[in-house]
């Protein structure tokens, strides 16, 4: 069990660009979820995907933001013509199935540390 | 709805000496409580959590945590401080019942001094 792991760590990239980033959960995990953390605040919940399925998307994700996990491991998360308060770090986490042991916890990658200038 | 106040920003306190950091929550429905701790440039590690049982709970490494329903409260203890534990703790909570949405409260930076 590596954990969850997130790439790349750090993104710069200027306004207006499109960037994407990709989390690799747990390998047993079938919940997938992403969060935003800006400076000074606790992460926000932006989507939640079971197995392939994205079941719950935030108001926080605006149509600019798609995020996929289309074989139900992996997952994308991509902003479109990036804005300057989309700088934030990006946390992936994953969880066991229902019915497994731990199955009400997150485990939480390192994170991906957008800024956009 | 649920939410998570966790009202001091930041929490000075000096080496070897005990500290807590308090945490309320507010839902309609019972709730799952949970402890993260944050390193500068890291992401989030699960200190401890609170999901049935005894009301104390403890981390491996000296913390701990008592859930209080009557005052909807998860306050955080450690009898003696370390350098090492200077970080960021956010407080969360999740709906025992529906999907996985965690809330976090707005984090809690200890800083030890030595």
């Known amino acids: 069990d590596t954990g969850v792991s997130q790439n790349p760590r750090h993104k710069i990239t200027k306004r207006g660009q499109n960037v994407t980033f990709r989390c690799d959960p747990i390998s047993e995990h079938n919940r997938l979820y992403w969060y935003r953390q800006t400076l000074g605040q606790g992460p926000e919940f932006l989507t939640y995907f079971q197995n392939e399925a994205q079941l719950e998307k935030s108001r926080l994700l605006s149509d600019r933001f798609s995020a996929e996990r289309p074989k139900g491991s992996f997952s994308t998360l991509e902003i479109q013509r990036t804005e300057q308060g989309d700088s934030a770090m990006y946390l992936c986490a994953s969880s066991p199935r229902r019915g497994q042991k731990t199955t009400d916890t997150q485990y939480f990658g390192p994170g991906t540390r957008l800024t956009v200038l | 709805a649920q939410s998570v106040t966790q009202l001091d920003s930041q929490v000075p306190v000096f080496e070897e000496a005990p500290v807590e950091l308090r945490c309320n929550y507010s839902?309609?429905?019972?709730?799952?409580l949970f402890w993260y701790v944050q390193y500068p440039n890291q992401g989030l590690q699960l200190l401890l959590k609170y999901l049935s049982g005894s009301t104390l709970v403890e981390s491996i490494n000296g913390f701990e945590a008592e859930f209080n329903k009557s005052q909807t409260s998860f306050h955080l203890r450690k009898p003696s401080v370390h350098i090492s534990d200077t970080a960021e703790y956010f407080c969360?909570?999740?709906?025992?019942?529906?999907?996985?949405?965690?809330?976090f409260g707005t984090g809690t930076k200890l800083q030890v001094i030595p």
């Open positions: 839902s309609s429905v019972s709730v799952y």
């Open positions: 969360a909570v999740l709906n025992s019942g529906g999907y996985q949405k965690v809330t």
